[in-house]
């Protein structure tokens, strides 16, 4: 699976951007779907995951309520929503697919976007 993110930018305290990842290959639907960030100087974290059909959602408590995970299965595309940005969301954002296990472990992702960069100024 080839994993292509975009959509990250430059955004005001307060605003909303939407990131889109998408998928080659027509395995798609058989991936949990996840994002991370990397601040810099810092270690990739989790931010939020969707199951396989999109039913289960899963988000770390910094996001949750402000961020949306979505997936087409479709289209191949998963999305995030990200709304009420902070300052300090700022950082590369990285879409990821994972075979099964524990969705907010990096460790269970197997194959990874380049990343995309989300600014928010203050």
């Known amino acids: 699976v080839q994993l292509q993110a975009s959509g990250g930018g430059l955004v005001q305290t307060g605003g909303s951007l939407r990131l889109s990842c998408a998928a080659s290959?027509?395995?798609?639907?058989?991936?949990?779907m996840g994002w991370f960030l990397q601040a810099p100087g810092k270690e990739r974290e989790f931010v939020a995951a969707?199951?396989?059909?999109?039913?289960?959602?899963y988000y770390s408590d910094s996001v949750k309520g402000r961020f949306t995970i979505s997936r087409d299965n479709a289209k191949n595309t998963v999305y995030l929503q990200m709304d009420s940005l902070k300052p300090e969301d700022t950082a590369v954002y990285y879409c990821?697919?994972?075979?099964?296990?524990?969705?907010?472990?990096?460790?269970?992702?197997?194959?990874w976007g380049q990343g995309t960069l989300v600014t928010v100024s203050s």
């Open positions: 290959g027509r395995t798609f639907s058989s991936y949990v």
């Open positions: 990821a697919a994972s075979p099964g296990g524990n969705p907010r472990d990096l460790s269970k992702y197997t194959y």
């Open positions: 969707i199951s396989l059909s999109g039913a289960s959602t």
